[in-house]
């Protein structure tokens, strides 16, 4: 079956721990996508790849790092100057040009 | 710059009546655009999408959604709620024509509806 996957479903950090999530995708789309989500507030870009070795920031990149080395990875690792973690993390990909995106079950983290 | 509005943040409905989400757009270029459907601590689910084919678009589950473009409006509706649709909705939508440059590709989100639906 293709789809997005996304590991772990928790996460739990320690203050000043750098900690990545997994998104993998096998639905051979050029575009993938990262986006956090909390309460009340939609669904906010980080970092996207429209294709493998490059990618751009979003709208909330600070405190956040991606990688592209394959066309079906895209880790998101939050930093340790990322200050407010807590939320739910979600992956995407697409075949690009603002067409749908599909998303995996997502990350929570969580700050212990 | 594209912008998503969803008119009410909650809206309840009975078992069995219609279902009408609301959600306005602007954009500079002719849009795509998107309804996804989200249980809890799920991901987005796609329900439908408008490419500029046909303006009445049928998706999964029973839901449609037709384009307006004098109205710049994708409203989202069901004829007979079920139990089940109870969930988060969001409307998006996209540049497809890359005039955006770096916006090439990006959805922009609604804030989100959750649909209550009482038995």
């Known amino acids: 079956d293709g789809g997005i996957t996304q590991s772990p479903k928790y996460l739990f950090r320690k203050e000043g721990q750098n900690v990545t999530l997994s998104c993998e995708q096998n639905l051979n789309h050029d575009a993938m996508y990262w986006y956090r989500q909390d309460p009340g507030q939609g669904l906010r870009l980080i970092y996207y790849s429209q294709i493998v070795n490059d990618f751009q920031k979003g709208d909330i990149a600070e405190g956040y790092s991606v990688s592209r080395e394959k066309k079906e990875s895209f880790p998101l690792t939050v930093t340790s100057a990322q200050k407010n973690p807590t939320a739910f993390y979600l992956c995407?990909?697409?075949?690009?040009?603002?067409?749908?995106?599909?998303f995996g079950p997502g990350t929570r983290l969580l700050v212990l | 710059a594209q912008s998503v509005t969803q008119l009410g943040s909650h809206v309840s409905v009975s078992e069995g009546a219609l279902v009408l989400l609301r959600c306005n757009y602007s954009s500079s270029v002719p849009p795509y655009l998107f309804w996804y459907v989200q249980y809890p601590n799920q991901g987005l689910q796609l329900l439908l999408k408008y490419t500029s084919a046909a303006t009445l678009v049928k998706g999964i589950n029973g839901f449609e959604a037709e384009f307006k473009k004098s109205e710049t409006s994708f409203h989202l509706t069901k004829p007979s709620a079920h139990m089940s649709d109870a969930a988060e909705y969001f409307c998006a939508v996209s540049d497809r024509s890359g005039a955006g440059g770096t916006s090439y590709g990006k959805l922009t989100f609604g804030q989100g509806t959750i649909l209550t639906v009482h038995p």
């Open positions: 995407a990909s697409s075949m690009g040009g603002g067409r749908a995106q599909y």
